[in-house]
């Protein structure tokens, strides 16, 4: 087994750690010991939380593209215990899934379990049951980098929900679930679990995504990225013994572009020289982690998402964020504020650009936006 990737960063959880770790100059220095003295007090109460792992192995698991895996393997991580009702419903299950090139421990983050899941928080791990997978691709779940390399079967997104609702149901004897929540690529599950599956939820929290076909300039830089790392000569068709890195530079700077947040990294990076450093640490950190197979299947696992028809056979009680600064679902499409309507208890925040705002990563600091996600938990509360 590849055990290159599981249990490092992700992108978009490295960025916001690096970004959250870097010193600003002049006054925002104390501002910034601040800031790690509240992370190091909600980084201890993540580590009382003792989650627990373990595998679900699916037999014969068949793939939308017609291949099929004898052992599919799916990791995940859970906290706390599930709770049933008299008639044997679980009532206290939460869901959270992960963005691309993530895995499940991503929201084991100071700044987001310590923020949710901690003593007297919202989703405080000793009433509520909370299961965090780790996609097919990704994390310790199984992914092309464990030997099949371009023999892997293309997964796409409809494969994912598949394999997230066996985790849930047949792996950890859950049936029903009171919130599933979900960032950017979560983001979009979330969408199709509330489609696929409209009884098994009370409440949906879609974080960071849009509910159409992703087109666009969305599209267009998921196909320079994905081109970038095939147009590699040392990509030999995926079956490398070293990393492209030529084409793995071009695709995670394509990432950052759309990840980013330029008024928060003109704050902390204020001068060419600190500029500089950043780039070299994020690409120098995410080289030594990325695997070219992996990522290439990640982002192509996206091709045929399009939940936009079925928005209206909705039941669940749905909060929908997301960030003004996000570049990956711009406001100015106004494509959620339409979307939304069609959801029957769908509720839609744009949150305002502010210097807590870190533009896509936005969706994993739920200090912003948590009060909301309380708001759902009281609406959809039956």
């Given amino acids: 087994m590849n055990r290159k990737t599981p249990f490092l960063l992700p992108a978009m959880a490295l960025f916001l750690a690096l970004s959250a770790t870097a010193q600003p100059a002049g006054p925002a220095r104390q501002a910034g010991s601040a800031r790690q003295a509240r992370l190091r007090k909600l980084g201890a109460i993540v580590g009382s939380l003792h989650p627990q792992e373990g595998n679900y192995i699916v037999r014969n698991f068949h793939f939308q593209d017609g291949q099929t895996m004898a052992a599919l393997r799916l990791h995940y991580t859970t906290l706390g215990r599930p709770r049933r009702n008299a008639r044997g419903r679980v009532t206290n299950a939460v869901l959270f899934l992960h963005g691309t090139g993530g895995s ?34 990704h994390g310790l779940s199984s992914k092309p980098s464990d030997g099949l390399r371009m023999k892997f079967p293309h997964y796409d997104y409809a494969d994912m929900v598949r394999a997230e609702h066996l985790v849930v149901t047949r792996g950890l ?27 098994f939820m009370d409440a949906a929290l879609p974080l960071a995504c849009l509910p159409i076909q992703i087109s666009g300039r969305n599209r267009i830089i998921r196909r320079m990225l994905m081109d970038d790392i095939r147009d590699d000569p040392a990509w030999e068709n995926g079956y490398y013994t070293t990393e492209p890195k030529c084409g793995l530079r071009g695709a995670l700077g394509l990432l950052f572009f759309l990840i980013s947040s330029p008024l928060h990294e003109q704050k902390l990076y204020p001068t060419q020289a600190s500029a500089d450093r950043f780039a070299e640490h994020f690409l120098k950190t995410e080289l030594a982690r990325v695997d070219a197979d992996d990522m290439l299947y990640q982002w192509d ?44 208890h769908g509720t839609f925040v744009l949150l305002p650009i502010t210097s807590r705002t870190r533009g896509h990563g936005t969706h994993s600091l739920p200090a912003i936006w948590k009060q909301y996600l309380a708001k759902l938990l009281a609406e959809s509360r039956h």
Wanted: aromatic share 10%.
């Fill in 104 to 137: 499940g421990r991503q929201f084991l983050s100071p700044q987001f379990a310590g923020v949710l899941f901690g003593p007297g928080e919202l989703l405080d791990a000793r009433r509520y049951f909370i299961i965090l997978p780790d996609d097919i691709g």
């Fill in 301 to 344: 696992s996206s091709r045929d998402y399009d939940p936009s028809a079925r928005l209206g056979q909705i039941k669940a009680w749905v909060m929908y964020i997301n960030s003004a600064d996000d570049q990956v679902n711009p406001p100015e499409l106004g494509i959620a504020q339409r979307e939304i309507r069609k959801v029957k």
């Fill in 173 to 199: 004897d859950v049936n029903h679930l009171r919130l599933i929540g979900g960032t950017s690529m979560g983001c979009m599950h979330t969408w199709m679990w509330a489609e696929d599956y409209p009884n």
